[in-house]
Structures are given as C-alpha cells and as structure tokens.
C-alpha cells in the first residue's frame, strides 16, 4: 500500500512537472465538481446528485456567475470518485460561456454511464482533482475543488497530505456533506460536517454545505454553487437559497 500511494503520488506530481509549456486560455473560475460515486451512493443517488449539478449549472444565477467575469467564460469537470484506485473523468474540461454550453454540459452529465466503485477515500479523490487543475490548458483567476461526500475519509494517502498540496498550490476545497435518507445514524451528519470542517475543506473563503433528508440536494448544490461561483464572504449570504447548513472554514 505504502508503494503504491508513493507511485500513485508521484504520477500526479510528474503529470504536472512533465506537461509542456503552452499558451493557457485565460478564464475567470477552474472548478472540479467532484461527487460521491462509491458504494454506499446507490444508482438512483446518483442520478439525482449529477441532475443537480446539472441544474445548478443551468440555472441563471449560476449560469451569470460563470459567465459574468473579466473573462466571460470558466471552466468545469466533473469527477465521480470511490476507492483509492478509483477516480474518474465524467466530463472533462468544458468552457462555460453561455446558455449553450451549459445546457452540454448537463447533457454530458446525466447520460454518462456510472464508473465509480469501493468506498471512500477523499484524499485521492483530491490529489485526482487537483492533478486536473493543474495539467489543463486553462489559467484561471480561481482554482476551486467541490467535493461530495457521504462518509468520512477511507484509504488512500493520507488526508492532511491531499488537502496541504491543494492549499498549497492556491487552490480552494469546499464540501458538501451528505445524510442519506434513511440512515441509521442520525448524528452522523453533524460529525461528517465537522470532520469536513476541520480536515477536508481549505483555502481561501473555504465552506461546507451540510444536507440531510429534509432538505433537497438540488437546492443545497444550487446554494453552494452560488456561493463558490461568486466567492460570497459569510457576511453577504443573506439572499441565498435555503437548502443545507452552511459553515465556512475556521467557525
């Protein structure tokens, strides 16, 4: 395991050491939405977790975010991770420039076949993401990972490690933590929410959304893509949508 965390390590470091130098398209936003697709997320979660995504990217207050900066355009992959050898490309890098591309990228989205297997290492998920960030052919004025979980971190390299790279290298992890309709442990959000809170989520501005059954997931995605889109301090959030508890790195 130890040699493989170290190979597994050493390709995303390489990957971004090795890449030729080019001309990178300028964007205002670089997001990974990185979602929960292992074993505990069943067929129909998941279906609704990408229909959310999809709709918070559609939706127009996203959709003027995305496209309102200095550039006019960012760019989105979406990721679905599981087990410690299992992270993968849903959707690969799609510039977000109006109407069109992010009805494509929903498009993209929901009809993808599913990948993901095994339970449920974030910290891979992470130096997946943040490996994406930096080999693409785009430089944008943020870098941000949104990452979903429903389960705290199992296997893969060590968390402090993920997290302090991506910080490092000026990239935001926000968080999304999920209670499952139906479980058994109902406390378990809050602990998830503070485990996210205290060991996964970084950066500048870094939050976490917490949902649970009582609340829909489309409207707690909708709520944190706003918030990471226009990078809204926790004095401005007044007018948000109501889904999901919200708590920002360091309360």
Do not use: C
């Given at each position: 395991?130890?040699?493989?965390?170290?190979?597994?390590?050493?390709?995303?470091?390489?990957?971004?050491?090795?890449?030729?130098?080019?001309?990178?398209?300028?964007?205002?936003?670089?997001?990974?939405?990185?979602?929960?697709?292992?074993?505990?997320?069943?067929?129909?979660?998941?279906?609704?977790?990408?229909?959310?995504?999809?709709?918070?990217?559609?939706?127009?207050?996203?959709?003027?975010?995305?496209?309102?900066?200095?550039?006019?355009?960012?760019v989105?992959?979406?990721?679905?991770w599981?087990?410690?050898?299992?992270?993968?490309?849903?959707?690969?890098?799609?510039?977000?420039?109006?109407p069109?591309?992010?009805?494509?990228?929903?498009?993209?989205?929901?009809?993808?076949?599913?990948?993901?297997?095994?339970?449920?290492?974030?910290?891979?998920?992470?130096?997946?993401?943040?490996?994406?960030?930096?080999?693409?052919?785009?430089?944008?004025?943020?870098?941000?990972?949104?990452?979903?979980?429903d389960?705290?971190?199992?296997?893969?390299?060590?968390?402090?490690?993920?997290?302090?790279?991506?910080?490092a290298?000026?990239?935001t992890?926000?968080?999304?933590?999920?209670?499952?309709?139906?479980?058994?442990?109902?406390?378990?959000?809050?602990?998830l929410?503070?485990?996210?809170?205290?060991?996964?989520?970084?950066?500048?501005?870094?939050?976490?959304?917490?949902?649970?059954?009582?609340?829909?997931?489309?409207?707690?995605?909708?709520?944190?893509?706003?918030?990471?889109?226009?990078?809204?301090?926790?004095?401005?959030?007044?007018?948000?949508?109501?889904?999901?508890?919200?708590?920002?790195?360091?309360?």
């Amino acid at each position: 395991m130890v040699a493989f965390m170290a190979t597994l390590l050493g390709v995303f470091v390489s990957d971004a050491a090795m890449k030729p130098a080019m001309a990178q398209e300028q964007v205002d936003l670089e997001l990974v939405l990185a979602a929960d697709g292992s074993g505990s997320i069943d067929d129909e979660e998941l279906r609704l977790q990408r229909e959310g995504y999809a709709r918070a990217v559609r939706n127009p207050r996203v959709l003027e975010l995305l496209t309102g900066g200095i550039h006019g355009r960012s760019v989105i992959a979406f990721v679905e991770w599981g087990s410690a050898e299992s992270q993968h490309t849903i959707v690969d890098w799609m510039v977000i420039d109006g109407p069109e591309s992010a009805a494509a990228f929903e498009a993209a989205l929901v009809d993808a076949p599913r990948q993901a297997w095994g339970f449920n290492s974030i910290s891979n998920a992470i130096a997946y993401s943040q490996n994406l960030i930096q080999t693409n052919p785009y430089k944008g004025l943020r870098r941000i990972i949104d990452i979903s979980a429903d389960a705290g971190n199992i296997g893969g390299m060590p968390l402090p490690l993920a997290r302090g790279n991506a910080i490092a290298a000026g990239i935001t992890i926000n968080g999304l933590a999920i209670s499952r309709p139906g479980s058994t442990r109902p406390a378990r959000a809050v602990s998830l929410e503070a485990e996210f809170r205290e060991q996964i989520i970084g950066g500048a501005g870094a939050f976490v959304v917490t949902v649970d059954e009582t609340i829909s997931f489309a409207e707690a995605v909708l709520k944190k893509m706003i918030l990471e889109v226009a990078g809204i301090a926790p004095p401005e959030i007044a007018g948000l949508p109501a889904g999901g508890r919200l708590s920002f790195a360091g309360n």
